[in-house]
């Protein structure tokens, strides 16, 4: 940069125009306004200038948030306001006094997280009205982080279009040249300006022998000249999540997302152990820590949980205090020596060992991951499900029964050494920041396993045991009828979409008392039979109704399609209570009742299950019924409309008829059953079943009469309809969040009575041979 592009009254400091002997006669002026251009959220905030001399002057912003130094050493002055937040039993205070990581809270963080952004989207304004008022004066827009002490806590700069003139720092006095780097302590009071590399400092930095020198603290302000600073709000993004036990679809939507986001890396860079810098940065997308540490910090409406992703999926995002978002802690360590510090080796803490549980590269590995935030209302815990396929598979396929050491019953050993590993970790982040919080707890397929355990073992401790919700998508079985009863207590939301097959995993007739090997042996012949033909094969080999050994836990949703012809097909969520449904294994292979198709063994088919996907199937389900949800709310209209409850109850009505006709054939041909025994017993588990199909669509009838209320859609939120609607704003300024979707939809309405008809029927014409496809129900 040239002088002559300079500020004149720069330029002239820089040409030499500097006295012999320091003078005054000085002044600066400067006003902190808000987006809005007012100044009064800032009024009496206590400021301290400090000008080329290193004389400090301190007074309080008057009512329209202005401050001025008068008679002050030539040259220019920095600005800071440092002084920390005096309120007590609030909040912020306890956020000040906890005993790890106390935040080092400013009242003029505490004045910025007041005042609101004058865009919903956060982007910088340039229409500020103080910014004409500026006229000729100097006009900046400036962050909390550059006026205090200590950063770590606050979030990255924003993009702006007027950032503060560094060159004035530049003008600024050189530390004296005897001073080294190393003794210059960035972090002391007043040391702004005096923070300045000598020459001869600066060339060791440049051939890298020493690190680079801290940023200058404070806003540099040029003399005789006014300034108006736009402070620009600390407010924050975080997904809104309800506290409440009862299941809804906000949190059905929601934790698909944070589930998903467990499959990726925390993110953090530097990424090593210990960490030798001053600060760590999240630069990786999509990851935990950018998500949680960089991006919903400064207001960045993230959508990507998955690298493969394309298609976006937005949560449902509230703008909260910058205070109250889901944390990554602070890693300084000036002000947190005894956890920060390099010298600590193995056992220096920062944010990816806190917040990312990781133990591929330990000798002992069950390669679980997990991450844990929290805000003070909520702690999320995410476990990442079946990703690297030989270790993950191992660890599904463990089915080996152990005991449940911290509770009654046994459990799946693969999936109980994933939660046994990470419970500690989940323990230690609780010790530091747990303070009466709802654990909301998330896990997919395998981690949704894992989640369960840890759940129940977090359950077992008194202190958080009302605290534990927990939601899981495509989990399979995870521990004997004995524990699921043990662990009826613990609310658990479980998430099972149509025709995935890993939830009927591991099979209740599996050899679980068996060693492994020998299990995996008989079993596996097992595995790869091929079907033979007739309907008995559903009844008896894909429903399993005689093991009784595994058991699945929580509270079941099923998402079941119903197609309405080529063009039109929906999903409904909703609770059957039939084995038919519930225990449906693979039945998207079973598409005939007389005459089964050829198929790849159940391995081959779990390998290329798409309706285990995450990204490809839960996650628009899931996105998909919350707007059915939604629009059943808005309308006062049942979330099953007639037609999906005349083409569902007719083909339960069907299930039962075939149901009946097998028990008839049992009744009538004795003769093809050697044992009475046998036929005894497939008897009363056929009545077991009509039975449970009578109660399944007696619960679609209740939820085709159901009208859908704020409560079953936004959970805890509805005590809050008006905060509801105005994030809802957010989200729907989204154009991805207004399309119709395939998967859950609302089908449109027939044309006719006969359309209607055949529309129940999958398109088939009245009076024609019809033949209920089975792996729509199953």
């Known amino acids: 940069m040239s002088i002559e592009s300079l500020d004149p009254s720069v330029a002239a400091f820089m040409q030499g125009n500097i006295h012999a002997c320091p003078l005054r006669g ?172 000598s020459q001869a400092s600066m060339a060791t930095v440049e051939l890298g022998f020493s690190p680079p020198p801290p940023k200058p603290k404070g806003i540099a302000l040029l003399p005789n000249k006014h300034h108006v600073l736009e402070v620009r709000p600390m407010r924050a993004l975080r997904p809104m999540l309800s506290i409440g036990n009862e299941f809804c679809a906000l949190n059905l939507y929601q934790l698909s997302l944070m589930a998903t986001l467990s499959y990726t890396d925390f993110g953090q860079e530097p990424n090593t152990q210990p960490v030798k810098t001053d600060r760590v940065s999240f630069p990786v997308q999509p990851s935990s ?87 003070d209302e909520v702690i999320l815990i995410s476990v990442r499900g079946t990703s690297e396929t030989l270790p993950d598979g191992l660890r599904d396929g463990d089915a080996y029964q152990v005991p449940f050491q911290e509770g009654e019953g046994k459990v799946h050993r693969g999936f109980y050494g994933g939660a046994q590993a990470v419970f500690p970790f989940v323990v230690s982040y609780l010790e530091r920041f747990y303070s009466g919080q709802k654990l909301l707890i998330t896990g997919h397929s395998l981690g949704g396993a894992i989640a369960l355990i840890l759940s129940e073992m977090l359950r077992r401790d008194p202190q958080y045991s009302s605290d534990i919700v927990l939601y899981t998508y495509g989990a399979p079985r995870a521990g004997d009828t004995t524990f699921i009863a043990s662990a009826q207590p613990l609310t658990h939301h479980r998430i099972v979409n149509q025709n995935d097959p890993v939830p009927s995993v591991p099979a209740t007739w599996m050899n679980t008392y068996a ?20 309907f008995a094969l559903l009844v008896w080999g894909v429903t399993n109704f005689f093991g009784e050994d595994y058991g699945h836990h929580g509270e079941l949703r099923h998402f079941m399609p119903v197609v309405f012809g080529k063009e039109h097909k929906s999903s409904i969520l909703w609770q059957p209570g039939c084995s038919l449904i519930n225990d449906h294994g693979c039945a998207q292979a079973l598409r005939n009742i007389n005459g089964l198709p050829k198929r790849g063994s159940f391995l081959e088919q779990l390998a290329a299950a798409s309706d285990h996907s995450m990204v490809g199937s839960y996650i628009p389900g899931c996105w998909a019924s919350l707007r059915r949800w939604q629009e059943a709310q808005q309308l006062k209209r049942s979330v099953v409309t007639y037609r999906e409850f005349e083409w569902v109850s007719g083909a339960l009505k069907n299930l039962k008829d075939q149901l009946s006709a097998v028990k008839r054939n049992l009744r009538d041909h004795p003769s093809a059953y050697v044992r009475h025994e046998e036929r005894t017993h497939k008897t009363t588990v056929l009545d077991r079943e009509i039975s449970k199909i009578e109660m399944t669509l007696a619960r679609l009838v209740a939820l085709h009469g159901q009208r859908v209320t704020e409560a079953d859609v936004y959970g805890s939120y509805a005590e809050q309809p008006e905060w509801v609607q105005e994030n809802l704003l957010r989200w729907n300024a989204h154009p991805e969040n207004l399309v119709q979707e395939q998967l859950a939809m609302i089908p449109p309405a027939a044309q006719d009575h006969d359309a209607a008809i055949a529309a129940m029927t999958g398109g088939h014409a009245v009076g024609a041979p019809y033949q209920l496809d089975i792996d729509s129900i199953v």
């Open 26 to 197: 000085h002044s600066t002026t400067f006003q902190l306004v808000d987006e809005f251009g007012d100044g009064k959220p800032y009024a009496g905030l206590t400021f301290e200038i400090t000008d080329y001399e290193d004389t400090v002057y301190s007074g309080q912003l008057d009512a329209t948030g202005s401050g001025k130094v008068i008679n002050h050493f030539c040259g220019p002055v920095v600005l800071k306001l440092n002084h920390s937040y005096q309120g007590r039993d609030d909040d912020y205070s306890q956020l000040i006094r906890r005993k790890h990581y106390p935040l080092p809270i400013t009242e003029l963080q505490v004045r910025a997280e007041k005042t609101g952004f004058f865009t919903k989207s956060g982007v910088r304004t340039q229409a500020n009205p103080a910014k004409d008022l500026a006229g000729t004066n100097a006009y900046y827009q400036v962050e909390v982080s550059e006026l205090v002490k200590h950063v770590a806590h606050l979030p990255p700069l924003a993009e702006r279009r007027d950032p503060p003139n560094m060159v004035v720092h530049k003008l600024m006095r050189s530390t004296p040249q005897t001073r080294t780097f190393a003794q210059i302590d960035s972090n002391a009071p007043d040391a702004g300006m005096s923070a300045i590399l």
């Open 289 to 375: 820590g950018n998500w949680f540490g960089h991006a919903l910090p400064q207001f960045d409406e993230l959508w990507k949980v998955d690298a493969s992703q394309t298609k976006k999926y937005y949560p449902l995002y509230e703008e909260v205090p910058y205070s109250k978002r889901l944390e990554v802690v602070p890693f300084d360590p000036q002000l947190y020596p005894k956890a920060n510090d390099p010298a600590l080796g193995d056992q220096q803490e920062h944010p990816a060992k806190l917040h990312f549980f990781d133990d591929r590269k330990q000798a002992d590995s069950t390669d679980t991951q997990a991450f844990i935030t929290h805000h």
């Open 515 to 534: 060693e492994p090997k020998q299990m995996y042996t008989a079993n596996g012949v097992v595995l790869a039979l091929q079907p033979v033909a007739g």
